[in-house]
Antibody, heavy 124, light 108 residues
Framework: QITLKESGPMLVKPTQTLTLTCTVS??????????VGWIRQPPGKALEWLTL???????RYNPSLRSRLTITKDAAKNQVVLTVTDMDPTDTATYFC????????????????WGQGTLVTVSS | SYVLTQPPSVSVAPGKTARITCGGD??????VHWYQQKPGQAPVLVIY???DRPSGIPERFSGSNSGHTATLTISRVEAGDEADYCC???????????FGGGTKLTVL
């Protein structure tokens, strides 16, 4: 059974760096074809894809946030880490990590399992 | 960048059929996925690859995709179907995941 769980601070100050951890179980981050992504959702607004990382460390970033995002993984710890620099009140959102449905075709990319999400508020 | 357009809201009476659209340039050439999200919960995949259902999703949920519009259809709508629904594709021109703006389904 695949599960994902986000952890990290609930409150950060403007200009600080946010670090969130996604701890996964039920699959290995080093297994061929496995991917994990981060998605966020401001209160009352739509989902926004942030980034993804593949089993072979291939990474993709939302171009509008590219300069502020970093995604890494530690397969031994079953963790995927997201860092967001220079946080702003507009970054207040629930941050989700999610598992990609296995497949070879990026054109069919989707997320079949999601973490519960963690609400991060940016305020001084 | 690629844009997915959804109506902000759709209303339907119980027992009737709800259709939620997702518009995009030549979206028919892409694989579309749909998520259901209830308040305070994580999204749940309800349709993938345009029209496939994950295990556990009722047959009342179906999907289609052609031309510039993909459609999520919910037959015999129940009160428990009230939720936000969001479409998603992979934009191969930029190698990015794209989400639609979401549609709030209200069961009257």
């Amino acid at each position: 059974q695949i599960t994902l769980k986000e952890s990290g601070p609930m409150l950060v100050k403007p200009t600080q760096t946010l670090t969130l951890t996604c701890t996964v179980s039920g699959f290995s981050l080093n297994t061929l074809g496995e991917h994990v992504g981060w998605i966020r959702q401001p209160p009352g607004k739509a989902l926004e894809w942030l980034t993804l990382i593949s089993w072979d460390d291939n990474k993709r970033y939302n171009p509008s946030l590219r300069s502020r995002l970093t995604i890494t993984k530690d397969a031994a710890k079953n963790q995927v880490v997201l860092t967001v620099t220079d946080m702003d009140p507009t970054d207040t959102a629930t941050y989700f990590c999610a598992h990609r449905m296995p497949g070879n075709d990026y054109g069919k990319y989707n997320f079949d399992y999601w973490g519960q999400g963690t609400l991060v508020t940016v305020s001084s | 960048s690629y844009v997915l357009t959804q109506p902000p809201s759709v209303s339907v009476a119980p027992g009737k059929t709800a259709r939620i659209t997702c518009g995009g340039d030549q979206i028919g050439s892409k694989s579309v996925h749909w998520y259901q999200q209830k308040p305070g919960q994580a999204p749940v995949l309800v349709i993938y690859y345009d029209s496939d259902r994950p295990s556990g999703i009722p047959e009342r949920f179906s999907g289609s995709n052609s031309g510039h519009t993909a459609t999520l259809t919910i037959s015999r709508v129940e009160a428990g179907d009230e939720a936000d629904y969001c479409c998603q594709v992979w934009d191969s021109s930029t190698d990015h995941v794209i989400f639609g703006g979401g549609t709030k389904l209200t069961v009257l």
